[in-house]
């Protein structure tokens, strides 16, 4: 697998160099073009928008030149035996006598010069490189995880798959509800971003714009994604009959990453991922879903397995530990086994029994697991959750019941306490509450925090919760 370039000082040295030689080259290598530089290809970019067939020397030439007029206001003479050496190409000769300098004295400078206009191109690459990593992160939902078990061989393998630039150009990641799919693709899409791989990253989580009137196809869901792209990639004013060929143009001139969140498809999987993959080379699609897709269609198709038990040991301390249990320890080693035996390795499930660990007497958790023990993955929700409803206090099931209203980003305190309708001091302890269940998930920043549900939370609370009377049906 090809790497994405890692520029030191000596690296961008030996570069600068081969540029500053081929300058009047048009000519040459991908290194004396210095086209693994962001800088050079933010450039290009910029260029393009008002010359389309503008060349790579041309660009490489501006980005130089600029970095020697910078080093012009810290050292004049230097700067100027580099524009005469290999912008005007003169001899050493020619430059030593205009500068009333020996030859010695020229090559000695120049070697000077290179170095310190390397450094310049230097912080100026790592600056760029900084700011389109915020630019890329600001694009992705507030994390809704605090740490992630289980996954770190999980995010080895797709995370080169990523960045593969030679194949693999969708890919999917399948598993059972709660299994962690979304923070998975998080997870890997935030270490990619750091990589400076992609030149732009669009999230789509595709349930929230589907009603279940439509049809779940993969000509429908194909048409939808390019909407969804079409509104974040092109001009307002691009026709709609042209959405695809633009789209299709930009994918290809420059890699992207499409994440195609919740992408539930149990029908004409093939047909939508064959379009996919024609949009793809050299961006990538990453998809979490349900339904694992057919092994004939041609995606990268990695299964999420339940975490180990080890594993499991771990997340219940550490949740237990995040909503305030102190006495919750690896001494629970038989306690621990009962759930892992019951729940498996689902985290969003033991995470929901830590919950009611918080507010029930453990021995009577554990009774109520082993007596609605099931194979059915959804049953056993059913029953988690029908025992956290119970155990919650009024105001906060009416916030719960609220927060499907709330978007899918999560919703501060005010907005929490106008959909909801209670006072400002009952969202603050329902908030507090829920946290504790694992029933609403913290996101954003200390200094924005903003709240959310799991979307097996929402399924729940829109499919069950309204039904529950006197238990789950």
């Known amino acids: 697998m090809s790497s994405p370039i890692i520029h030191n000082h000596e690296t961008i ?14 000519d040459g290598t991908s290194e004396n073009f210095l086209e693994d530089f962001l800088l050079v290809r933010k450039k290009r970019y910029e260029m393009a928008q008002h010359q389309p067939e503008v060349e790579f020397r041309t660009v490489t030439n501006q980005i130089l030149s600029s970095c020697i007029d910078l080093l012009a206001t810290q050292d004049e003479i230097n700067a100027d035996i580099l524009s005469k050496r290999f912008q005007d190409g003169e001899t ?35 600056k760029s490189k ?10 992705l939902q507030p994390q809704s995880y605090s740490k992630l078990f289980g996954f770190n061989q999980s995010q080895t393998i797709i995370l080169e798959r990523m960045l593969d630039p030679d194949e693999t150009w969708v890919i999917a990641l399948a598993g059972l509800g709660g299994i962690g799919k979304s923070a998975l693709a998080d997870a890997v899409t935030r270490s990619a971003i750091q990589q ?18 439509e049809p779940a196809s993969g000509s429908w869901f194909f048409e939808f994604v390019i909407q969804q792209l079409a509104s974040r990639l092109l001009p307002p004013d691009t026709p709609p009959t042209e959405y695809l060929e633009q789209i299709q143009i930009l994918l ?6 499409i994440i195609l969140d919740n992408l539930e498809i149990e029908h004409s999987t093939n047909e939508l991922l064959l379009n996919l993959n024609n949009l793809a080379n050299p961006s990538k699609f990453l998809i979490t879903t349900r339904s694992r897709p057919s092994s004939e269609s041609e995606i990268f198709i990695f299964t999420l397995n339940e975490i180990s038990y080890e594993e499991v040991n771990k997340l219940l301390i550490h949740q237990a530990e995040i909503i305030g249990i102190s006495n919750m320890s690896e001494d629970l080693s038989q306690e621990i086994k009962t759930i892992y035996r019951v729940t498996g390795g689902n985290p969003l499930a033991l995470k929901l029994v830590v919950g009611l660990i918080a ?8 009774e109520d697991l082993i007596n609605s023990q099931t194979e059915d993955v959804e049953k056993m929700y059913t029953n988690i959750y029908w025992k956290a409803w119970q155990a919650l206090s009024l105001n906060s099931k009416k916030l719960l019941q609220a927060l499907p209203l709330i978007s899918e980003s999560g919703g501060q305190l005010d907005q929490l306490q106008a959909v909801s309708g209670l006072s400002t001091k009952q969202v603050g302890l329902s908030v507090q509450e829920l946290v504790t269940r694992s029933l609403l998930e913290m996101r954003g920043t200390l200094n924005q925090r903003r709240y959310g549900i799991h979307r097996l939370t929402e399924t729940f609370l829109r499919t069950e919760i309204i039904k529950w009377k006197d238990g789950p049906i």
């Open 359 to 366: 507010v029930l007497p453990l021995s009577q958790v554990l």
């Open 92 to 126: 050493i000769l020619s430059v030593a006598h205009q500068l009333n300098l020996s030859p010695d004295q020229v090559n000695r400078r120049q070697r000077q010069a290179i170095s310190e206009l390397s450094k310049i191109l230097y912080r100026q690459e790592t």
């Open 130 to 139: 900084q700011l389109h990593a915020q630019r890329l992160e600001s694009k």
């Open 13 to 26: 040295q030996r570069a600068v160099i081969s540029a500053l030689r081929a300058w009047k080259k048009l």
């Open 252 to 257: 290809k001139k420059a890699p992207h990453l």
């Open 196 to 213: 400076i791989h992609f030149e732009e990253i669009i999230w789509l989580r595709v349930n929230n714009y589907i009603s279940k009137e």
